[in-house]
Nanobody
Framework: QVQLVESGGGLVQPGGSLRLSCAAS????????MGWSRQAPGKQRGLVAV???????NYSDSVKGRFTISRDNAKNTVHLQMNSLSPEDTAVYYC???????????WGEGTLVTVSS
């Protein structure tokens, strides 16, 4: 099992930037994939970005070129750098992890990102 703790959400103006972080309670070497999904009011949760243990990265089309996901193996942490934010990015952002040999999806509690002037 793994516990995930997100941080870095908040209120930002359109065009601004935020950096989200997700700290895992276990060594990141035991985690196959780690990433972020988001859920806006009235919408389904959807993938934002994911990074695997071999460094493969996938982004949703809506954030390509604006968001960057990265791993800090020494701190068992994944970051999501979000630039050029727009009101459409307003959502609760959830960290997700998948462990080697474990079919379950592990989720953090979420962190709210609000983009508004």
């Amino acid at each position: 099992q793994v516990q995930l703790v997100e941080s870095g959400g908040g209120l930002v103006q359109p065009g601004g930037s935020l950096r989200l972080s997700c700290a895992a309670s276990t060594s990141i070497s035991s985690i196959y994939a780690m990433g972020w999904s988001r859920q806006a009011p009235g919408k389904q949760r959807g993938l934002v970005a994911v990074i695997t243990s071999d460094g493969s990265i996938n982004y949703s089309d809506s954030v390509k070129g604006r968001f960057t996901i990265s791993r800090d193996n020494a701190k068992n942490t994944v970051h999501l750098q979000m630039n050029s934010l727009s009101p459409e990015d307003t959502a609760v952002y959830y960290c997700k992890a998948n462990l080697y040999g474990d079919v379950r999806n592990y989720w953090g509690e979420g962190t709210l990102v609000t983009v508004s002037s």
